[in-house]
Every structure is written in C-alpha cells, then in structure tokens.
C-alpha cells in the first residue's frame, strides 16, 4: 500500500467517527446557506488537519509533560462544548422566505466566529490529541523520510473529501427540512455536543 492511499485510509478512519467536528458540519449544512456551511467545512477541514499534523509530530506528549496544561484545556474545552450546545438545543428557528427550509436565527456564520468555534471543538480535546498522537506517531515510525509528504498529502485529502462530502450530502437533502425539523436538528445536535462536553469533564475526574 503506497503511503499516499494509507494517508487516505487512516484520515477517513480519523475524521469519520462522530464527534463535535461532525455534530457541527451537520447543524451548519442543515440551518444555513450553502456558502456558509462550506465555510464551516473549510475552517474544520483546517482544524481537523493541523490537529493531525501536531499529532503525528508528537504534540501528545507535551501535554503529558504538562498536567496543568491538559486540565485547562479539559475545562474550557467542556465549558465551551456545554455552552453551544444548549444555546443550539434552545435556538429558534424560523420558516424562510420560500417556506420551504428552516434556518437557525440565532446562528453566526462570520468567518471569525466560525474559526473560533472550529478551533475549540477540535484543539480543545486533550484526550483526542493523545490518542492521536499514539495512532499517528506509531505509523510515522514506520516511514521514511521521502514517504511521510506522500502520508500527510493522503490523510489531508480525507480530511477535506470527507467534511465536504458530508456538507453536501446534509445541504442536498436541506430542502425537505421544515421548521420542525430544524428545531428537533438543533435539538439532537445540541444534545450531542453536551453529551461530549460532560464525556470530556469526566476525564478530570
């Protein structure tokens, strides 16, 4: 297998399994305009492969060296992860000017509000940059020097296929999502992304 295709394989196995990452890329594509959920997919695209790129050069283990650091970073990880979401579980939402979509009002999509929100959910996960560190430092011990460009070219390619892919899917089947819909959308989506805050708090215990 070239490390081209295993850089593929291992980043749609990375990026695949539901998380914040995912929870959000599916609200956005499923409440907002077409422009603004690839927005959102780009700025987690982005989040998701400079994660993997400081996972796979190791960035686990400074967090081991630093306790202090990894609990900060559990803490505002959890609070922000409980903060949006019960602000989406209660968000309104409203019938658009076709009547035919719901779209969340209370939802911001300037680009500096998405990268926050991309940064967070995916940075501020310490036990998510440990196991990738471990994942990803073990096949970066396997390849050579002129073979680890050709993996990080493939895991990146998973990266943006899958979030894009994922934000197309949602956004073509938007049109037949009514206002009640959206609101049981944001309600599931919220409730995710508390479940993963209080799964994260647990980790100080």
């Known amino acids: 297998m070239t490390p081209v295709i295993e850089g593929l ?9 539901i998380g914040a990452q995912n929870v959000y890329v599916i609200q956005s594509a499923s409440g907002g305009p077409l422009r603004m959920s690839v927005r959102v997919a780009l700025a987690v695209t982005a989040m998701d492969i400079t994660l993997a790129l400081a996972c796979l ?3 686990g283990a400074v967090l081991g ?8 970073m559990t803490v505002v990880g959890c609070a922000y992860l409980l ?32 990268a926050v929100a991309a940064f967070t ?8 940059i440990l196991d990738g560190t471990l994942l990803l430092g073990g096949f970066r011990a396997q390849l050579g020097d002129g073979e680890l460009p050709l993996f990080i070219i493939g895991m990146a390619t998973a990266s943006a296929m899958w979030f894009h892919a994922l934000t197309a899917l949602v956004s073509s089947c938007r049109s037949r999502f009514g206002p009640r819909v959206m609101m049981w ?4 989506c919220g409730a995710a992304l508390c479940a993963l805050g209080l799964r994260l708090g647990l980790g100080l215990l």
């Open 9 to 17: 394989a291992l980043g749609f196995a990375y990026a695949a399994p």
């Open 57 to 59: 050069y190791g960035l």
């Open 65 to 72: 060296w630093l306790p202090w650091l990894r609990a900060a």
């Open 83 to 114: 903060w949006i979401g019960v602000n989406l579980a209660r968000s309104r939402v409203e019938e658009d000017v076709e009547g035919t979509t719901g779209r969340d009002v209370t939802h911001s999509y300037a680009w500096s509000r998405v």
């Open 121 to 128: 959910l995916t940075w501020l996960n310490p036990q998510a």
């Open 185 to 188: 959308i944001n309600r599931v």
